[in-house]
């Protein structure tokens, strides 16, 4: 099963941008426990969200995660220059078993 | 402030086997509800996760490299390790350590800065 995502999106400053996270086989529920992570070249990824909706520490508001029809997403309410990133979800298959979604390239412009 | 440091050899040649180490500082590894785990990626992709182990040894793979792979954890060093065997090119990536709850590779609250690896004749 593959996981995925949009390749690439942009945004205005001050815009709200959705991404989303599917699967090529089947619907994405909250079974799937979503977490999503933004990373910047050079760095190590860091947690936005994890068990779909729940925001980890330390992260702004402006983040959001739910279920969309089939998919897992990630919302941007707000975009700020600083979230031009990459943005990665990961779905938990069963099994003790995790697929990372392909990633994708957001443009604040 | 835990914090994950990844260590091991820049370069592999093909065919051989490539180990690394995560040492981690300012907590126990043993710590309960937590898995330590190995992700990669490859220059210029995504993301992928490799596998996971929690203190007790119980380890867990991405099946599609489960058959090349070894997560083990050595409690009195506060480390876990990686290996790899019978690498080629396409295992060449920057590697992260990371810590998680029980589903892998979600909630990492914890990442190391990474290392890369080369495989290269």
């Known amino acids: 099963t593959v996981v995925t995502q949009e390749a690439s999106f942009s945004v205005s400053p001050g815009g709200t941008i959705t991404i989303t996270c599917g699967l090529s086989?089947?619907?994405?529920?909250?079974?799937?426990?979503a977490s999503w992570y933004r990373q910047t070249p050079g760095q190590p990824p860091r947690t936005l969200i994890y068990t779909t909706t729940v925001r980890a520490s330390g992260v702004p508001a402006r983040f959001s995660g739910s279920i969309l029809g089939d998919k897992a997403a990630l919302t941007i309410t707000g975009a700020q220059a600083e979230d031009e990133s990459d943005y990665y979800c990961v779905l938990y298959m069963g099994e003790d078993i995790s697929v990372f979604g392909g990633g994708t390239k957001l443009t604040v412009l | 402030q835990l914090q994950l440091q990844e260590s091991g050899p820049g370069l592999v040649k093909p065919s051989e086997t490539l180990s690394l180490t995560c040492s981690v500082s300012?907590?126990?590894?043993?710590?309960?509800?937590?898995?330590w785990g190995w992700v990669r990626q490859p220059p210029g992709k995504g993301l992928e996760w490799l596998g996971s182990?929690?203190?007790?040894?119980?380890?867990h793979f991405n099946p599609a490299l489960k058959s090349r792979l070894t997560v083990s954890i050595d409690t009195s060093r506060n480390q876990f390790s990686l290996r790899m065997t019978s690498v080629t090119a396409a295992d060449t990536a920057v590697y992260y350590c990371?810590?998680?709850?029980?589903?892998?590779?979600?909630?990492?609250?914890?990442w190391g800065r990474g290392t890369r690896v080369y495989v290269s004749s």
């Open positions: 086989s089947g619907s994405v529920t909250t079974t799937n426990y």
């Open positions: 300012g907590d126990s590894i043993k710590r309960n509800n937590f898995y």
């Open positions: 990371a810590r998680h709850r029980v589903i892998p590779a979600a909630n990492v609250d914890y």
């Open positions: 182990v929690y203190y007790s040894g119980s380890a």
